[in-house]
């Protein structure tokens, strides 16, 4: 109905301003960059260019040259020294002067085997490049317009290729180890490549920064093939609203962010379904190994991620719509198959708790392999999507997760900026996981994830292998043989109010502030410390109380209230015992809710010949706790806007008030659960032997 519709998308904005509170708090957000439109798609993904290089880059030192190339097969070492002695001759000693000298489209820079600092990059700007005016990002850094860049391209990165069209840039050794260009902590950027269509990047190592390794942005078309990126305190590689891209046969690791982030590629597939024209970018053969994440990608759109490897980080891969400033908004259409994504356990956050990563990026020893992680994320997953649509999981191989493979949460539209009410539930949509080998190696050796789905509980149209193991909620949509077929599907505007809730408190992390969220397991809460018990317990107890207050002034004269009470207290403890369990779901939640539904439901049938209106309410907050039970462990309610337990949540706040009322006030002789009183002289004898009920209190 619209009026239900607009109270859930009423509420969705409540909670959305609260997450966006949390969320958008100083260094929460991921990469931030001047606004940039999308490319016009014209463009192709460039080809690699075999012939001899154009312009040649290398060292001077012929003893370290001919040390690097010793151990080379004969005909690369001959050809490494023929460059060597040309270069020698007409070549440069900085990647950078030969990219300035760059003067048309097509051009190939070889960088010969040898360590490059570009040391006439490195110095602080001075001048007018120390005084531009600009904003800054919630890093610290400014964020400059491409006008900017132009004019002090070393203000920020060690290399910087702006404009230059169809450039190759490749190492010549043996390996990607061979050539490094390493920016020592003191630039932004090792290498940007700003509105370069048609870049190609080969055979190199990048290293070191305060950012990215190796940036390419607002380009159509580029490829980056056999480079090495790591030690960054973001990402190792940064593309950012670029078309017809190429990531193959690279690796990336010991970056605080993710290894690979294919940042806002182009939205060229809005509006379609599962089946579209292509994809703006292609990842393929590259590993990316204790980072944050692996992979990463707010507004990562319609990207083709296959046959990499993502592993040992705290998180395999991940997507999201959470911060604004991204075109693209919100993700979709990425697709994962024939992926290797395992053992993503790694917890790099007790770097932040002992201070390490409050010190100078160079002295925190990311060399010797610390991560500081720069955002909220559980550890321990496979596959986190926070707010993406039309994304396909399919024939990948996800296991030894300490968490979960598949983790799916919704994010509104506020958080990303975007306050329209019709926005406010648009993610979270049409996200098949199908086919997957959960829980099992390539080997086929049995490597079991601790659970395989986590799902916030909103969305329309998700679904999963019905071969999925524990899960949270434990039972899930099905997807059928064709894509866009669901058995059990959902239409939920809500997730569930517990799992909002620790969404909520585990977002308030800052890196920079050493602020852990205290109650959220992410960051190591256990027990009583963690959220979602804290208000287990206290639900508890609240209950407790007043169902008890209750069964005491109207009902103890009732041996079915008395056991229908025990089952209630017996279900609340439960339920506590239950939510310490959250990592490992099991059948407990629901047994909880079955218990306390039933106290409710006979409770409310004993109460409704005297207090009609409160009974069959007292009734009805039962029921629902049972549709509750049922939705959790049999079925999701496929018709149901919201969960049954926000209906139970919210019936259950009058329910108190109503009860404390109901046991705080004398109660009548017509009510039937009263005892009788001995002097009424139209009560019922008492049996012989037997003593008389205690007189009630007098009403305050």
């Not at 004969?74 to 000693?93: E, H, P, T, V």
């Not at 991940?318 to 908004?329: N, T, V, Y």
């Not at 939705?631 to 926000?646: E, F, G, H, N, Y």
């Not at 039937?672 to 019922?684: I, K, L, M, N």
Request: glycine share 10%; with cysteine; proline share 7%.
């Amino acid at each position: 109905m619209p009026w239900t519709r607009r109270f859930v998308s009423l509420f969705s904005i409540v909670l959305a301003v609260l997450a966006a509170s949390l969320l958008t708090a100083p260094g929460a957000q991921a990469h931030e960059e001047r606004p940039v439109t999308f490319p016009d798609g014209s463009g192709s993904v460039p080809k690699h260019r075999a012939g001899e290089p154009d312009l040649l880059v290398c060292k001077t030192d012929r003893a370290d040259f001919e040390r690097r190339i010793a151990a080379f097969p004969a005909g690369l070492k001959a050809r490494n020294l023929d460059l060597f002695a040309r270069c020698g001759r007409s070549g440069y000693r900085h990647l950078q002067q030969a990219v300035d000298a760059v003067d048309k489209p097509g051009t190939t820079i070889a960088i010969l085997p040898g360590l490059y600092e570009e040391e006439p990059s490195l110095p602080a700007p001075t001048g007018a490049c120390a005084s531009l005016k600009a904003p800054k990002s919630s890093f610290g850094y400014q964020i400059l317009s491409y006008e900017q860049q132009a004019q002090c391209p070393h203000n920020q990165n060690l290399v910087a290729i702006l404009g230059k069209k169809d450039l190759q840039i490749e190492g010549t050794g043996a390996s990607r180890l061979d050539v490094v260009i390493d920016a020592k902590y003191t630039k932004l950027n090792a290498i940007r490549a700003d509105k370069s269509d048609g870049v190609y990047f080969r055979n190199f190592t990048a290293q070191r920064t305060t950012f990215n390794s190796l940036y390419v942005l607002a380009a159509d078309g580029f490829v980056i093939d056999d480079v090495l990126t790591r030690w960054n305190d973001e990402y190792g590689f940064l593309t950012f609203a670029s078309d017809h891209g190429l990531y193959k046969n690279c690796e990336s690791y010991g970056n605080g962010d993710s290894g690979i982030y294919p940042g806002s590629a182009s939205n060229i597939n809005d509006g379609y379904g599962f089946d579209v024209p292509r994809h703006s970018i292609e990842i393929t053969g590259c590993r990316s190994h204790h980072n944050m994440v692996g992979y990463s990608g707010t507004a990562g759109d319609s990207v083709w991620v296959h046959d990499n490897e993502f592993d040992h980080n705290m998180g395999g891969a991940s997507m999201d719509s959470a911060f604004p400033g991204h075109p693209g908004l919100p993700q979709n259409h990425a697709k994962f198959e024939r992926n290797a994504i395992h053992d993503n356990n790694e917890d790099y956050y007790r770097y932040v708790a002992d201070g390490t990563c409050a010190r100078p990026p160079a002295e925190r020893g990311y060399e010797n392999g610390v991560v500081c992680p720069q955002i909220s994320m559980p550890p321990g997953t496979g596959i986190i999507t926070a707010g993406g649509n039309w994304n396909l999981y399919e024939d990948n191989w996800v296991y030894g997760h300490q968490r979960t493979g598949f983790y799916l949460n919704a994010v509104p539209a506020f958080i990303r900026g975007e306050s329209a009410w019709a926005k406010q539930t648009d993610t979270s949509h049409h996200n098949r996981y199908a086919n997957n080998r959960l829980g099992v190696d390539k080997a086929g050796n049995p490597r079991p994830n601790r659970t395989d789905v986590w799902w916030d509980g909103q969305g329309r149209e998700n679904c999963w292998q019905d071969d999925a193991g524990a899960s949270s909620p434990r039972a899930l949509p099905a997807c059928g043989t064709a894509r866009g077929e669901v058995s059990g599907a959902t239409a939920r505007l809500v997730g569930e109010p517990v799992k909002l809730a620790q969404l909520l408190v585990c977002a308030d992390y800052n890196v920079q502030a050493r602020r852990l969220p205290a109650g959220c397991d992410w960051y190591g809460a256990r027990g009583l410390q963690r959220v979602e018990t804290q208000i287990a317990l206290a639900a508890a107890v609240l209950l407790a109380l007043v169902g008890t207050a209750l069964w005491w002034r109207r009902l103890r004269g009732r041996r079915l209230a008395a056991a229908a009470l025990a089952t209630g207290l017996a279900g609340l403890a439960l339920d506590v015992a239950g939510s310490t369990l959250s990592l490992t779901p099991t059948y407990v939640p629901a047994l909880a809710l079955l218990l306390t539904g039933a106290w409710w439901t006979v409770t409310g049938l004993l109460l409704r010949p005297a207090r009609p209106v409160f009974g069959w309410t007292t009734v009805a907050l039962g029921l629902l706790t049972l549709l509750d039970a049922f939705d959790k462990a049999v079925l999701m309610i496929p018709w149901t806007p919201v969960s049954p337990a926000w209906l139970r949540l919210l019936l259950g706040v009058v329910w108190v008030l109503w009860a404390v009322v109901a046991a705080g006030t004398r109660p009548t002789p017509a009510d039937p659960a009263t005892p009788a009183d001995p002097t009424d002289p139209t009560a019922p004898a008492q049996p012989a032997g037997t003593a008389p009920a205690p007189a009630e209190e007098p009403a305050a």
